[in-house]
């Protein structure tokens, strides 16, 4: 079995920003146990496979240790790969996921000789008021002063400001025995809102660039700053940024991607 293995940047405009991911075509599904060992193997944020289904294609991300339900920056470098790699000639591809259906369009005129630009169509996760969180929680994450928390898919914790968002300092053992998914957000400097991903959970301790929190982001900032239209940055060390917009029960994501490299996966036939 011979698999065609692609690594794609997203959300970032210059190779080794954004956030990485493997990106693996199919043209039928391959073993759920592959796939999940195939994620451990690559030991990137996630893995994303995808095969043609109806009109699109359906979609699937795993991370080192378990598949999860949305990653965005996955999503975007599926579409590069399509788009660039594969010569998908429509301007929009529908991607079909546990999530729901995810439009993402390439965005003409925007594309370099070295990052292709892309919108992404995702449903948009509004967070509830949540004060059950853990006491342990700001030594968990290594911060002086939790402002609020909210809960969705993962539980956001919303800091004083943008420095509070760099400057902390997690305890991941600490953080994946309290057993959340922790996004940490504040107000931005240079744009509306900032903030870092921690999933140690599912064996990321901090994911660079992260489009399934943006999903809860979005809609929490829009609310509360009273903007449909905004920029937020992840401050991760590799860094990310994202063009976002609510828009109703929707929320879009704009974001770059840059290609790395391509291989190739050699596999026993019996494995698939």
Partial sequence: MKLTIYQVDAFSN???????A???????????????????????????????EKDGF???????????????????????????????KETQITFYSQSGPLVVT?????????????????????????DDYPQEMAQALGVKEIVGAYKKRDLIIELQDEVAVQQAIPDFTLLKKLGYKVIITATGKTVDFVSRFFAPTVGIDEDPVTGSAHAQLIPFWSNKLGKTTMEAK???????????????????????????????????????
């Fill in 234 to 272: 992840q401050l991760s060390k590799r860094g990310g940024h994202l063009w976002v917009q609510q828009k109703g029960d929707r929320v879009i994501m704009g974001g770059y991607c840059v290609f790395y490299m391509q291989g190739e996966v050699v596999l026993p036939d019996s494995l698939g």
């Fill in 106 to 130: 390439k965005l003409n005129g925007e594309t370099t000789t070295t990052a292709f630009k892309a919108e992404m169509d995702f449903s948009s996760w509004m967070p509830v008021k949540f």
């Fill in 58 to 88: 359906a979609i699937r991300w795993f991370t080192p240790e378990s598949e999860i339900n949305l990653c965005g920056h996955a999503t975007l470098a599926s579409a590069y790969v399509l788009f660039e790699k594969l010569g998908y």
């Fill in 14 to 20: 210059k190779v080794f920003g954004g956030n990485p």
């Fill in 22 to 52: 493997a990106v693996i075509p199919l043209e039928k599904w391959i073993s759920d146990n592959l796939m999940q060992q195939l994620a451990m193997e690559n030991n990137l944020a996630e893995t994303v496979f995808f095969v043609p």
